[in-house]
T-cell receptor, first 111, second 115 residues
Framework: TQLLEQSPQFLSIQEGENLTVYCNSS?????LQWYRQEPGEGPVLLVTVVTGGEVKKLKRLTFQFGDARKDSSLHITAAQPGDTGLYLCAGGGYNFNKFYFGSGTKLNVKP | ETGVTQSPTHLIKTRGQQVTLRCSSQ?????VSWYQQALGQGPQFIFQ???????GRGNFPPRFSGLQFPNYSSELNVNALELDDSALYLC??????????????FGPGTRLLVL
């Protein structure tokens, strides 16, 4: 059983479309992180959200942390083929001596 | 480039054998974490070492063990390999542990295949 559930698992869209990826948990996290992983590489941190209700923007990517700090979303505007990859949400346990990743959303943006 | 390297890149073993995977962290990073990523899944936390001591552990059996050395290198050892151990093994280093103010830097991983 995954502590962090992501949806959808797979997403295939055309260049220019918008999309939203969701990350949900029954547990409260003090912060959640979003990563992007490309084939043959390790995950790369995109953003950390800390405050309930927080919204962070990174160019065409918008990240939101739920008010109850149990869920988060990633919205991509006008997706580009370079956005293709595996998107992972993650959060730490108490004192961050454990770390949990979601199951991932595999995004394919077709030109 | 994250400054974290792993070796070997690929490895094939047979069931019952033992394997050692290696990671070289960024200089000055006191924390290293190891993850197992099965195909099509997110990484699963194996354990974390801080200043050469195990600091936290996920739901992995004792046949998964590790070492961290003063020169910012570390090892993941897996004994009595099982077919389900086939996966990508990732290490990640951070200055003082992953957290709100700390970033984990991942290596490219070692892909292990157990036959």
């Amino acid at each position: 059983t995954q502590l962090l559930e992501q949806s959808p698992q797979f997403l295939s869209i055309q260049e220019g479309e918008n999309l939203t990826v969701y990350c949900n948990s029954s547990s409260v996290f003090s912060s959640l992180q979003w990563y992007r992983q490309e084939p043959g590489e390790g995950p790369v941190l995109l953003v950390t959200v800390v405050t309930g209700g927080e919204v962070k923007k990174l160019k065409r990517l918008t990240f939101q942390f739920g008010d109850a700090r149990k869920d988060s979303s990633l919205h991509i505007t006008a997706a580009q083929p370079g956005d293709t990859g595996l998107y992972l949400c993650a959060g730490g346990g108490y004192n961050f001596n454990k770390f949990y990743f979601g199951s991932g959303t595999k995004l394919n943006v077709k030109p | 480039e994250t400054g974290v390297t792993q070796s070997p890149t690929h490895l094939i073993k047979t069931r019952g054998q033992q394997v050692t995977l290696r990671c070289s962290s960024q200089s000055g990073h006191n924390t290293v974490s190891w993850y197992q990523q099965a195909l099509g899944q997110g990484p699963q936390f194996i354990f974390q070492y801080y200043r050469e001591e195990e600091n936290g552990r996920g739901n992995f059996p004792p046949r998964f063990s590790g070492l961290q050395f003063p020169n910012y290198s570390s090892e993941l050892n897996v004994n009595a390999l099982e077919l389900d151990d086939s996966a990508l093994y990732l290490c990640a280093s951070s200055l003082d542990g992953p957290g709100e103010e700390e970033t984990q830097y991942f290596g490219p991983g070692t892909r292990l295949l157990v036959l």
